[in-house]
């Protein structure tokens, strides 16, 4: 099961109150302003700041 589009119509960062998008692999929410993902765990967005990962992380 992945995330509804309904709820990522509605969704929203956390800390800057962006739109959240999908990654590819559908594991993270990705938030384009702040440029950082929040992990989704058994179909649960855990839309917590301390839980973030830097999207500057994975370019190396």
Do not use: H, Q
């Amino acid at each position: 099961m992945t995330i509804k589009n309904e709820l990522l119509e509605i969704i929203c960062c956390p800390v800057c109150k962006s739109n959240l998008k999908l990654d590819e692999s559908g594991d993270f929410l990705i938030c384009d302003k702040c440029k950082v993902k929040y992990p989704i765990e058994d179909d649960i967005p855990i839309l917590l700041a301390d839980k973030a990962v830097s999207l500057n992380e994975n370019k190396r």
